[in-house]
T-cell receptor, first 113, second 111 residues
């Protein structure tokens, strides 16, 4: 069974630009969660989508947004990039029920210059 | 406020020297506790899910246990390839799939 895939794996952007990251979940998984990981803050929850609807949201500014398509693939968008947005962005998929294990992709490393 | 802490922050072991990592949580209505292993620059790799106090799970040199307030990851006779950051996470309350991660324990196993 194929795992969670994320594209691109690496990105370099400059301040003020916007970026879109993509995540394809494990086949049959309907929930996709996004996390930001930095050395200082660890893994922080951004948002979760289930059946094309945002079901949960973390404490991030509105510059961070996402969406999910009917095939469960998800995209995350960050507008007006700031230096502090440099991080490893991880997505995780699950079947979406309470207590279900999340399986992570390899991440997208974003560097903002 | 839901919170997950892990100790120690970093641990250095000699190959073959067994030890335990701790994950303490303060949450309302635990739905699941998860252990992951993460290598530098990679996504977390799933290890175990525990649901209720008293539950134990094993995989090779790793054994995870759960009480009402904490979980332990026991590492028996570790090898250098066990070096990684070990993350603990919990899902709690009524929020589907909102998972809270601890800061992790960085484990180094010296040959």
């Amino acid at each position: 069974k194929a795992g969670v895939t994320q594209t691109p794996r690496y990105l370099i952007k400059t301040r003020g630009q916007q970026v879109t990251l993509s995540c394809s979940p494990i086949s049959g998984h309907r929930s996709v969660s996004w996390y930001q990981q930095t050395p200082g803050q660890g893994l922080q929850f951004l948002f979760e989508y289930f059946s094309e609807t945002q079901r949960n949201k973390g404490n991030f500014p509105g510059r961070f947004s996402g969406r999910q398509f009917s095939n469960s693939r998800s995209e995350m968008n960050v507008s007006t990039l700031e230096l502090g947005d440099s991080a490893l962005y991880l997505c995780a998929s699950s079947r979406g029920q309470e207590g279900e294990t999340q399986y992570f992709g390899p991440g997208t490393r974003l560097l903002v210059l | 406020e839901d919170q997950v802490t892990q100790s120690p922050e970093a641990l250095r072991l000699q190959e073959g020297e067994s030890s335990s990592l701790n994950c303490s949580y303060t949450v309302s209505g635990l739905r699941g506790l998860f252990w992951y292993r993460q290598d530098p620059g990679k996504g977390p790799e799933f290890l175990f899910t525990l649901y209720s106090a008293g539950e134990e799970k094993e995989k090779e040199r790793l054994k995870a246990t759960l009480t009402k307030k904490e979980s332990f990851l026991h590492i028996t006779a570790p090898k250098p390839e066990d070096s990684a950051t070990y993350l603990c996470a919990v899902q709690a309350g009524t929020s589907y799939d909102k998972v809270i991660f601890g800061p992790g324990t960085s484990l180094s196993v010296i040959p």
